[in-house]
């Protein structure tokens, strides 16, 4: 008779080999995977982002913006507010990017069709310094993020200087949306951000809301001295509807940002809801309208 002890042995090493073959498969085809990953973006931002990094793309978001050459023959998948789950899911992706204030968006569909989106964090500059160092981490592209990263911290040394012992003065930021009113953005909100690394000081804050519906009442006794107009998606008909508004509400007329024609229209692609690659030339540009040269803009 066989030795049973023998058996077992013999056993548990067949089985040995089979998990470390079966391990080292694995191993290889996640090593595959992050050498030639498939990643959809969803979002204009995200496009942005992957073009620094000198990632590969399979789909892109649906948009007017104007997508770098690399891109341009690459499927689109929808709007980042509506993508489709079908046309993302026939890619294979990899990976799938969009940003966590659209995370509604992504609903019973996605998990429908096993389709998980990594949501990124844009709503701060400091958050997308964050992003671009992880993104850099998980696809071997250390040394472009970090160039992206030392850029940053450029313009946001250079704005904290031109803003040094000099009076914060109060900023109102508000966000318009097509066929519909405004919203107040707060210190929370990307801009507002940027309102705060240039050293101003925002009129409405909050703990967790990056957004808040108006008041003209609270608007008018804050008395902003700088107001910042962002005009998301569909800049021409948020333009108009921001210049209806300010014409037919008198509340404006009394703010000391309208009496001394410091309102300044922030427009796509370099100012946007959620940080992105022009953040930048957007710190430069909300840094001078905070602290115009003497004699102009003041």
């Not at 030392?150 to 040394?157: H, N, P, S, W, Y």
């Not at 318009?176 to 507002?192: D, H, I």
């Amino acid at each position: 008779m066989r030795n049973p002890r023998k058996i077992g042995l013999w056993s548990l090493t067949i089985l040995l080999v089979i998990g470390i073959i079966g391990g080292g498969l694995a191993w290889q085809h996640h090593q595959q995977r992050q050498r030639h990953p498939r990643i959809v973006a969803t979002t204009y931002a995200v496009v942005q982002i992957a073009d620094r990094l000198n990632l590969p793309l399979v789909g892109i978001p649906t948009t007017a913006n104007e997508i770098p050459q690399r891109y341009r023959q690459v499927t689109k998948v929808g709007s980042p507010m509506n993508p489709s789950v079908e046309k993302i899911t026939a890619l294979k992706p990899t990976a799938v990017y969009s940003v966590t204030t659209l995370s509604d968006q992504f609903g019973k569909a996605f998990k429908a069709q096993h389709v998980t989106p990594h949501f990124l964090n844009l709503t701060s500059v400091a958050h997308l310094e964050t992003t671009l160092t992880q993104l850099g981490k998980r696809y071997d592209r250390q040394s472009a993020a970090a160039k992206q990263v030392r850029k940053i911290q450029l313009a946001k040394r250079m704005a904290h200087q031109r803003a040094q012992k000099r009076p914060a003065p109060r900023v109102l930021v508000i966000m318009g949306l097509p066929g519909a009113n405004y919203m107040v953005a707060t210190n929370r909100s990307y801009v507002g951000d940027l309102v705060r690394l240039a050293g101003g000081q925002n009129v409405f804050t909050s703990q967790t809301q990056e957004y808040m519906q108006p008041n003209d009442e609270a608007i008018q006794k804050a008395n902003p001295q700088v107001i910042l107009r962002l005009e998301h998606a569909m800049p021409k008909m948020v333009t108009q509807q921001f210049k209806q508004e300010f014409k037919d509400n008198s509340m404006w007329a009394t703010t000391a940002a309208v009496k001394h024609h410091r309102v300044y229209d922030l427009q796509e692609p370099i100012f946007d809801a959620t940080a992105n690659m022009r953040v930048t030339t957007a710190l430069d540009q909300v840094s001078h309208w905070l602290y115009p040269v003497k004699g102009v803009g003041a």
